[in-house]
């Protein structure tokens, strides 16, 4: 199931993943019930009939609503995804979905409302073999020149996650205990370009998000971190 399937100028979405046999015991993300990320930057977009681009600063909260473990798997309730704001638009609310973790990858199943994303979430944790599939979001384990996600074999590291960059220098975040290494993943297609960087124990520290015709763009950072329980 391709990653670009919600659009062209879309909502691209990411991933968490628990990742101990990968990374440690701490996983990818402190991912409990309650746990906030707390995004800065900016926001550009373009509205009809303006002479230009409007540019704005960005807040951005997300939030892990409820945490369900079972067999084999991890299943959570999320709201605002840092992903959805791309492509976004002055006074987007955040949005609901559900993250399954799995044994060597993690699926993203966005949800109408809370309501279905609750539902959905407690489904999954009571029967994890259930038929449905989402959008495949990480692979682990992560590595410099790994890529996953695209509809086809491809010669370049177009339409598809491709691990750009692995670096030593991991980004201090007030809340956090960062430990190993950060990766950079970036999804490139002809109308945009989406940049995550990852940091194991502590999530996403930036998202980025560039449409390449009419402008619309996103680049926010992590600037806090408080935990749930």
Do not use: C
């Not at 002479?51 to 299943?75: I, Q, R």
Request: no cysteine; proline share 6%.
């Amino acid at each position: 199931m391709g990653w670009k399937r919600w659009g062209a100028a879309a909502v691209a979405a990411w991933g968490i993943f628990w990742a101990g046999m990968a990374f440690g015991e701490e996983g990818v993300f402190p991912l409990t019930s309650g746990a906030r990320w707390h995004y800065e930057g900016t926001a550009q977009w373009t509205e009809e009939g303006a002479e230009g681009p409007k540019v704005a600063p960005l807040s951005w909260d997300m939030e892990a609503l409820e945490v369900f473990s079972s067999s084999g798997s991890t299943v959570a309730v999320m709201r605002g995804m840092v992903s959805e704001t791309s492509g976004y638009t002055p006074g987007q609310e955040p949005g609901y979905a559900v993250l399954v973790e799995r044994a060597s990858h993690v699926e993203l199943f966005p949800q109408a409302s809370e309501l279905e994303a609750r539902a959905f979430a407690k489904s999954l944790a009571e029967d994890p073999s259930t038929g449905t599939e989402g959008d495949l979001l990480v692979a682990l384990p992560l590595a410099k020149d790994k890529a996953w996600g695209g509809d086809e074999p491809r010669d370049d590291t177009m339409y598809q996650w491709y691990v750009e960059e692995e670096r030593s220098d991991v980004p201090s975040i007030p809340g956090t205990s960062p430990s190993g290494k950060a990766f950079v993943v970036v999804y490139r297609t002809n109308p945009d370009t989406t940049t995550m960087e990852l940091v194991p124990g502590v999530g996403i520290t930036r998202w980025s998000y560039e449409h390449h015709g009419t402008a619309s763009a996103v680049d926010l950072t992590l600037g806090s971190f408080v935990g749930g329980k």
